[in-house]
């Protein structure tokens, strides 16, 4: 099975400042997808952002992005201009391109953002 | 529309009580999931409905028990809980069930079980 690691149990940053959560994970298929999902304080789980393995190219949503490195399997989460709303809870995510249900999730990343 | 909405938001009960989980969709979906998550832990999931039929079951106990009556309609039905099942309840649901398949999740119910 293939396992997801998040190694931040917890971040702060700075109010319009950029901050950066980690993922790695592994696998030994070659195509699969990647997702970001965000969970506020008692509020629902909302997708942030995903990539697929095999375009080469770093997804973008407004302040969000990623950096996707597949040889080192590594898929970090950038956030620019950070706001007080993006304070949450972050899961990175692992499903195959194969079919099958099967979100892998890490343990997810605790975002403190300091006004 | 891109909302799942689930019911109650929160419920209490006993050891021998029946009650029930809802979920519902109005997007058109075909796949519907249900997940369980611990306080500051990753949902688990439970199981997965694809076009009304169930397709996953993770090894769930049997006093965990879903339905879907139709495309967007999910239910949870719980008997003889522990109180190790208390936890929130995430509905989730997607177009499909590819790989690239953005899942969008409800609110989540929170059970507690004494």
């Known amino acids: 099975a293939q396992t997801v690691t998040q190694s931040q149990p917890e971040m702060s940053v700075q109010e319009a400042e950029t901050v950066t959560l980690s993922c790695t994970y592994d696998?030994?298929?070659?195509?699969?997808?990647l997702f970001w999902y965000k969970q506020p304080p008692s509020r629902q789980m909302i997708l942030v952002i995903r990539?697929?393995?095999?375009?080469?190219q770093n997804a973008t949503e407004n302040r969000f992005s990623v950096n996707f490195q597949k040889a080192a399997k590594s898929f970090s989460l950038k956030i620019s201009d950070s706001q007080l709303g993006d304070a949450a809870m972050y899961f990175c995510?692992?499903?195959?391109?194969?079919?099958?249900?099967?979100?892998?999730f890490g343990t997810g990343t605790s975002l403190t953002v300091i006004p | 529309d891109t909302e799942v909405t689930q019911t109650p938001k929160h419920l209490v009960m006993g050891m021998t009580n029946k009650k029930s989980l809802k979920c519902e969709q109005h997007?058109?979906?075909?796949?519907m999931y249900w997940y369980k998550q611990k306080a500051k832990k990753p949902p688990e999931l439970m199981f997965v409905?694809?076009?009304?039929?169930?397709?996953i079951n993770e090894s769930v106990p049997s006093r965990f028990s879903p339905e879907c009556p139709n495309s967007s309609l999910l239910n949870l039905h719980l008997h003889a809980l522990q109180p190790e099942d208390s936890a929130l309840y995430l509905c989730?649901?997607?177009?499909?069930?590819?790989?690239?398949?953005?899942?969008?999740f409800g609110p989540g119910t929170r059970l507690l079980v004494l």
């Open positions: 995510a692992y499903r195959s391109a194969a079919g099958g249900n099967q979100f892998y």
């Open positions: 696998t030994s298929e070659s195509d699969y997808y």
């Open positions: 997007m058109g979906h075909r796949a």
């Open positions: 990539q697929e393995a095999y375009k080469q």
């Open positions: 409905y694809s076009y009304e039929k169930l397709s």
């Open positions: 989730a649901s997607s177009q499909g069930v590819g790989g690239w398949e953005t899942q969008y």
